[in-house]
């Protein structure tokens, strides 16, 4: 079923190389991209929840959207009953946004092994589009998540 879609009005302002404020603004996002994938690597799932919003939207290729933080914890969790991430590597691509809100465009590179495997490690390569929101605390939260997978450099499907 489809849903009416949200309209956001946001007036972007482009971050890249910006001075003051909003320059501020893209170094600690970015800062924050980094530490959101690098969460993933302990065995605690809870700060990368903690980093969505109560009503976040997680968009996966071949998957359903995930709403809230309950649901994204689901999909999380039962990741982690198939794989390990036990290597990871991001790149902020493209940074945009305001004071309330902002757009993140990222390339990484996970790396798995198999949940009671061989220890054989699994490489996986994506981009991802992360639109972060200012909230009334003055901290930075994901509202949107969507990513997707590329094949290795070199390599086309």
Same mark, same amino acid.
């Given at each position: 079923?489809?849903?009416?879609?949200?309209?956001?009005?946001?007036?972007?302002?482009?971050?890249?190389? @910006?001075? &003051?404020?909003? &320059? @501020?603004?893209?170094?600690? #996002?970015?800062?924050?991209?980094?530490?959101? =994938?690098?969460?993933? #690597?302990? %065995? %605690? +799932?809870?700060?990368?929840?903690?980093?969505?919003?109560?009503?976040? $939207? #997680?968009?996966?290729?071949? $998957?359903?959207?995930?709403?809230?933080?309950?649901?994204?914890? *689901?999909?999380?969790?039962?990741?982690?009953?198939? +794989?390990?991430? /036990?290597?990871?590597?991001?790149? /902020?691509?493209?940074?945009?946004? *305001?004071?309330?809100?902002?757009?993140? /465009?990222?390339?990484?590179?996970?790396?798995?092994?198999?949940?009671?495997? %061989?220890?054989?490690? =699994?490489?996986?390569?994506?981009?991802?589009?992360? !639109?972060?929101?200012?909230?009334? %605390?003055?901290?930075?939260?994901?509202?949107?998540? !969507?990513? *997707?997978?590329?094949?290795?450099?070199?390599?086309?499907?």
């Amino acid at each position: 079923e489809w849903r009416k879609p949200t309209q956001l009005q946001i007036p972007f302002t482009v971050l890249n190389g @910006a001075d &003051g404020d909003v &320059g @501020a603004v893209a170094a600690k #996002l970015t800062a924050k991209e980094q530490a959101f =994938h690098e969460i993933y #690597l302990s %065995d %605690d +799932v809870e700060p990368a929840i903690a980093t969505y919003t109560d009503g976040a $939207r #997680l968009l996966s290729g071949g $998957r359903d959207w995930c709403v809230g933080r309950k649901q994204i914890r *689901n999909l999380i969790m039962e990741g982690r009953k198939q +794989v390990k991430l /036990v290597g990871i590597e991001c790149e /902020v691509a493209e940074i945009g946004g *305001n004071e309330h809100a902002a757009f993140v /465009v990222n390339r990484f590179h996970w790396q798995f092994t198999p949940t009671g495997g %061989d220890g054989s490690v =699994h490489d996986f390569y994506g981009k991802g589009l992360h !639109i972060w929101q200012r909230q009334p %605390d003055g901290t930075w939260k994901i509202l949107i998540d !969507i990513n *997707n997978t590329n094949p290795p450099p070199g390599e086309s499907r």
